[in-house]
Every structure is written in C-alpha cells, then in structure tokens.
C-alpha cells in the first residue's frame, strides 16, 4: 500500500504550501503565490458513508484505507502525523521532546473533516482571554501564552455513527394521587394530604434513527477538554481533500471502531430509555426491559480541528485546547499561590475589621 503524502509544493517557488484558515485556499509563506484547492481529491458526490459491518469483517476496499507516517509520542501516545523531512519535534499535546521513527499508521481514511476557520492569532487570542478571565490563574502564564511559541493547529479524529433502532419495553406507568390522612402535631390533630403512585403495566414500540453520533477516537487529551469544545457544526463537514491539511497536522485514532461503537451504543440506549419512559408517560416510570433491534449502522472517520497549546511553566505542564470553528477554549486550569495567599489575607483583614466595627458599635 502506497503511503499518503499530505505535501503540496508551490508552483512558484517549490516551498510547501499551507492552507489558509477561513479563505479555503493554499498559501506560500515564502513567495506569497495562492493556489485555489481544486478538490480534485475529494470524495464525489458527498460524504460517504461506510458500512460498519464490513469494517468490521476487515472487507472494506483498499481505497478507502490509508498508510502515514506517524511519531508516537512516549509520554502521552500521541500518534500524529509528520512529514518526510521531519526528523526531530515536540509532541504537540504535552510537549515532551521526541526523536521521529520511520513508523506509519494504517488506518481508515478519513470521509470528511472539518476546514480551520480561525487562524493561530485568533485562537491565541482567544486563549489569552480566556486566562485573563480565570481568577487566580498566574499572570507570567498569560504572558507566556501571549507572547510564547506558536500554537499547533491539530486535526483530532472522531467516528460518527448512524443506526436505525426500534424497540419494544416493558414497564409500568406511575399516577400520582392524594390521600387525606389525620396525624398529630403539636398536641393537635391534623389533616394532611399524602402523595401516593398507582402503578400499571405499560408496554409499548419506540423507535428513532441516530444521526452523526459523535464518538471521540483519540485518547492524548481529556476527553472533558474535547467534549467541552462541542458543539461542532457537523452539517458544514467537507468531503475529505488532503489539501486542507497542508501546513497542520492530523492526529491517527487511537480509539479503534468496534471500541468506538460500543460508546456511541451506550449514548443510543440512554437516548431509548428517555424515549421510552416519555412513551410510558405519566408521573413516574418504571423500565423492566428494553429490548433494540439495530439495523443500518453506517460510520465515518471524520477530523475536526482543533489548536493546542502544550506550555510548560514552573516545571508543570498546562495544555489547552482551542475550537477551530468557533473559538470555545477548554485546558488545565492553573493557580497561582500567591495570587489565592493574598486573596486569604485581604480576606483574613476585612474579617478582622469587621470584627472590630461590631465591637465598638456594641
């Protein structure tokens, strides 16, 4: 199998070029030509969706699987993608320094992806504004990420699934209703209304198509930062065009399909289940059983993009991450010692002089 090379030279001057963020267009950092992206790559007639069953069977055709070449990094195990010429780097997720093998990643091509809309400045912006605003964050890491090392643009992988379910449960369907009871209270007979539930057997069919269920696949970053980047504009999603990757870099899925599906199985059933008990009805609900018949489940490999920043200050690392699309910012929250020290004494003050206010007004 031939390995992908995500390199695209100038036609000008023979420098890489890069894509552009938001202007859907390459770029010579060196020259200055621009060269549209002509898509002649790119998937035809829209996003295509694969059959999980024959993924799983190991029966897809050889187009629609891929080699490169990859670092794995050895603190994280970050896999991500780097060119011909790279011989040495920093792992773009916790920056730890590593030495390039001659490795590659087989893999699933990616169906579609979505194109950066923000460029490094603007997400770096972002970022800063979002230390600035953290209470007792320090003040030299909002420099340092001000005035620190570029920002790595990273395309994460994630599959999404789609499935046709029907269901049929058995339950029971709770009513409210109130009995008046006499009690004692306070030496005093009293009438009080009670709350009870009448319970009945339900039983009924529920049934729902799942559409792009989001499953992350890579496991170098928290998955709470990356879930705290959604939502994401799944209905932009481009056909795949390894032109849009020029100039960044494209992390390989660690989290393998079948793995995958089973936690878009898991989001499917907790979507029944609230179908399920709204179907039931009444007060309050009771699921004895659920039984789903899935038919129909299709995927893709799909890439997002996200920018990463990996700093190391004082000896600790702190990694953010940054929406390509939409500027939301997620990471480690930092603090700063003496920052919450002074903030305990400023406090430790007021209530002392509040003390002594009350003291003398008595």
Known sequence: MAQAEHRFPC??????????????????????NVEPIDGTHATTGGIKELDFRTAVNDRLADEEIEETRVINCPNCG????FDADTHAAECPFCATPVVTDTGTHRHIKPRGLLPFELDEKTARGALTDWLGSLWF????LTEYARKGRKMNGIYVPYWTFDADT????????????????????????????????KWRSASGRVARFFDDVLVLASRSLPKKYTDGLEPWDLSALEP???????????????VELTEGFTEARAYMDRMILRDVKYD?????????DVDTAISDVTFKHILLPVWLAAYKYRGQTYRFVVNGRTGRVQGERPYSAWKIAFAVIVGLIIALIAGFVIANSQ
């Open 11 to 32: 036609d000008t001057c023979g420098s890489d070029l890069r894509f552009d963020p938001g202007d859907d267009q390459l770029v010579c950092d060196h020259c200055g």
């Open 78 to 81: 970050a896999s991500t993608e």
């Open 137 to 140: 964050a320090p003040n030299g």
């Open 166 to 197: 029907k269901s049929s449960y058995r339950g029971q369907r709770g009513t409210y209703y109130y009995e008046t009871k006499t009690v004692m209270r306070d030496g005093k007979k009293k009438k009080v209304r009670v709350r009870k539930t």
């Open 240 to 254: 795949y065009e390894p032109a849009y990757l020029a100039g960044f870099r494209a992390e390989g899925y660690q």
């Open 280 to 288: 039931i009805g009444g007060d309050k609900q009771r699921v004895q």
